[in-house]
């Protein structure tokens, strides 16, 4: 009884920190604006669903090479968002007040992965210059 506990609580803990680390990662990124060729890559300005969009944004950012180490916030960012997409499905019907806060954090995981990818062009696009000028 006393190790199932000691489990929960420790997990629930873990979780918690989780959930703040990931939405810290995600409003860090909301300072970053996006260049006008991400953007319009992106289809931000479109409405499109949230579920569409970072689908699209991780198959983008795993054609483009890392930088600067942000290797590790996009599967960060991605647990979260399915995580939240869970909720959602979860607490449909019983708490229906949550389901604008839940599109709204699923519309901030995207504008993060619009974030990594439009540090990752601008990163290929560096190299290039650097390439270029040899």
């Known amino acids: 009884m006393i190790p199932g506990l000691i489990f929960t609580i420790s997990f629930l803990t873990l979780l918690q920190f989780y959930i703040s680390y990931s939405r810290s990662l995600i409003a860090e990124s909301q300072n970053h604006l996006?260049?006008?060729?991400?953007r319009e890559m992106?289809?931000?300005?479109?409405?499109?669903?949230?579920?569409?969009?970072?689908?699209?944004?991780r198959q983008l950012i795993a054609l483009c090479p890392e930088s600067e180490g942000d290797g590790f916030k996009i599967p960060v960012v991605s647990v979260y968002f399915r995580m939240l997409g869970a909720?959602?499905?979860?607490?449909?019907?019983?708490?229906?007040?949550?389901?604008?806060?839940?599109v709204a954090e699923r519309?901030?995981?995207?504008?993060?992965?619009?974030v990594v990818l439009?540090?990752?062009?601008?990163?290929?696009r560096?190299?290039?210059?650097?390439?270029?000028?040899?």
Do not use: H, K
């Open 34 to 38: 996006l260049s006008p060729q991400t």
């Open 87 to 102: 909720f959602q499905i979860a607490t449909r019907r019983v708490l229906p007040s949550a389901a604008p806060w839940i």
């Open 42 to 57: 992106c289809g931000l300005g479109v409405d499109a669903a949230a579920d569409e969009q970072f689908q699209r944004l």
């Open 118 to 124: 439009d540090r990752r062009i601008a990163y290929n």
């Open 126 to 134: 560096m190299i290039l210059a650097q390439q270029v000028s040899r």
């Open 107 to 114: 519309g901030g995981c995207t504008y993060a992965a619009a």
